[in-house]
């Protein structure tokens, strides 16, 4: 288990994230800025990996963010994102070994808590993991940015309304609810 590098783009970084959802069109050039914008703040971004050392290719990858809270005395609370293990590495122990990391990285940063979202099916998983269901996860799709061309973020996303729609008109909406 090691730290997220810059030349991980060519060890499968994206191919193994998109075993867990819609990755895009994401450039090198875009991959590096985005891997420089976090190395900017180190105490929030801790992304971990698991190599397989014959291939050379990353077989198991998650994040922790470190969220600085004003609540509780400004403690820090972990948000877990993007876990996923290659389907030709499963079942060998390497999201429990990512999982241990990751809360060892959590509490190196001194978080009071770590929170996780999941799919139902992997709930046992996080359970063996030492978590537990707590409350529930709302969430609200906004239009990507206009370097997206302004249609919705995360296109695997379940939705009701046409495929023809941006999305736009929706969040748009329920943020005027809010404000109501």
């Known amino acids: 288990v090691r ?4 030349d991980d783009f060519n060890k499968g970084y994206l191919p193994l994230l998109e075993q867990l959802t819609v990755v895009g069109n994401l450039s090198e050039q875009r991959f590096t800025e985005v891997f420089k914008q976090r190395e900017l703040q180190p105490d929030a971004y801790r992304t971990l ?3 397989h050392v014959p291939s050379q290719q990353l077989v198991a990858t998650g994040t ?7 609540v509780r005395e400004g403690t820090n609370v972990g948000h877990i994102e993007d876990i996923v293990v290659d389907s030709a590495h499963r079942g060998r122990g390497l999201a429990k ?9 959590a509490q190196a940063t001194q978080c009071r808590k770590v929170i996780l979202d999941c799919a139902e099916r992997n709930i ?3 359970e063996k993991c030492g978590y537990k ?3 529930r996860q709302m969430r609200l799709d906004l239009p990507c940015s206009a370097r997206d061309g302004g249609g919705p973020c995360d296109t ?6 046409s495929s023809a729609d941006t999305g736009t008109e929706a969040a748009q909406e329920s943020i005027k609810r809010c404000k109501a």
Do not use: D, N, Q
């Not at 730290?3 to 810059?6: D, E, N, P, V």
């Not at 922790?64 to 004003?70: I, N, R």
């Open 124 to 126: 046992g998983f996080y």
């Open 133 to 135: 269901a707590f409350e």
């Open 156 to 161: 695997a996303a379940p939705t009701k309304r």
């Open 97 to 105: 070994r990512l999982m241990s990391a990751l809360g060892e990285e």
């Open 64 to 70: 922790l963010l470190v969220e600085a809270k004003f």
């Open 3 to 6: 730290y997220l590098s810059l």
């Open 49 to 51: 990996v698991i190599e």
